[in-house]
């Protein structure tokens, strides 16, 4: 599934006016909820060597986040909300991140632990040489995905949303034991008033309570329909299925590269080929690799094809039908009936458009 409303390539960003037109030179954004493929996504793009991968510079945990170096800004929620209104301490930081300019001092003020300083010099270098070599910076970034007007319309950023089937990001989480914490929203003033007003009194209604399934099948309710409602008009945003992406990743990642502006070449091709095709690992999460990074969200080569079924051994045939009856609404604009096929799994159809 693509929305596109890609902008001249004539037109250049300008990050000293009120909007910096997103452009096919412009800094890269991936984003979407937390398990939707934003890591392997961004690798996939990375694999082009014209852009610096930066890992979730939003996540308000460290590592990954908490990096001065990286984003010398405070982060004090999950899906942290930025916008024009408490742009103040963002958009000087975020300017710097997208420039790749690194904050060594800033690092080493507050982060100083042999993995820490691992990873100044992992990003100082990445950095520092991806400047003088003119790439672009590629935020890798899943608790963006509310800022995602504001990275775009003031940073020049080219966006690409990342949505999966609201069943298998339910069993993901579940294996992982993740929770969805709705303070963290409501705590946002901005965020409410601007996004999440009708929908406040259900998530207060969750806190507390123990259904993850119901928190997270609402979660993804929640930022989906903003996605829908709100980010399918914005130029240079792009609203992909990981679905489609997993079936056909060549087909998929060669539209992401034109999208983007990177050069699809046959070195770029075979390395996408071996990492969607790497044996029978299915779904692995944070696991150390020195192959791909001092990361512990950094993608790993896996089955891409074969991950797709991977939520039927985690949830039973009762769950799978509560979480498609409590993301029927806002699911059908993104995976419609049409593509249903009899055993409940999405076809193959590599495009819906809303």
């Not at 990003?123 to 963006?144: E, S």
Request: hydrophobic share 40%; aromatic share 10%; proline share 6%.
């Amino acid at each position: 599934m693509t929305y596109d409303h890609a902008s001249s390539d004539s037109e250049t960003a300008t990050p000293d006016s009120k909007t910096a037109t997103p452009t096919t030179a412009s800094p890269l954004l991936v984003t979407g909820l937390p398990r939707t493929g934003t890591s392997w996504v961004g690798k996939m793009l990375e694999a082009s060597g014209e852009v610096v991968y930066v890992n979730e510079p939003l996540n308000p945990q460290h590592p990954p986040g908490q990096s001065p170096g990286v984003l010398n800004a405070r982060v004090t929620h999950r899906f942290q909300y930025i916008c024009d209104e408490n742009e103040g301490e963002w958009l000087p930081a975020f300017r710097r991140t997208v420039a790749l300019r690194y904050g060594f001092l800033a690092e080493l003020r507050r982060n100083r632990s042999w993995y820490d300083l691992g990873r100044l010099v992992k990003y100082g270098t990445a950095f520092t040489v991806g400047r003088w070599r003119g790439r672009r910076a590629l935020l890798n970034d899943p608790f963006a995905v509310l800022s995602v007007p504001w990275l775009v319309r003031r940073l020049g950023c080219r966006a690409v949303v990342l949505v999966r089937d609201p069943v298998a990001l339910v069993g993901s989480w579940r294996r992982l034991g993740w929770q969805v914490h709705f303070h963290e929203l409501l705590e946002q003033p901005l965020l409410v008033r601007d996004l999440l007003g009708e929908h406040v009194e259900t998530m207060r209604s969750l806190i507390g309570i123990p259904d993850p399934i119901a928190r997270i099948a609402t979660l993804w309710c929640l930022v989906y329909r903003i996605v829908d409602q709100h980010y399918r008009t914005i130029p240079g945003v792009t609203v992909r299925r990981y679905e489609d992406l997993a079936r056909h990743p060549l087909d998929g990642f060669a539209e992401l590269y034109d999208f983007f502006g990177l050069t699809w070449r046959d070195r770029v091709r075979a390395k996408i080929l071996a990492a969607c095709a790497s044996g029978d690992r299915v779904d692995d999460a944070h696991r150390w690799t020195l192959r791909f990074g001092l990361s512990k969200t950094a993608f790993r080569p896996l089955n891409s094809a074969a991950a797709l079924d991977s939520y039927r051994s985690r949830l039973s045939e009762a769950e799978i039908a509560r979480v498609r009856a409590l993301t029927a609404d806002v699911a059908a604009r993104f995976y419609p009936e049409t593509t249903s096929v009899p055993d409940g799994s999405l076809s193959s159809s590599p495009q819906v458009r809303l």
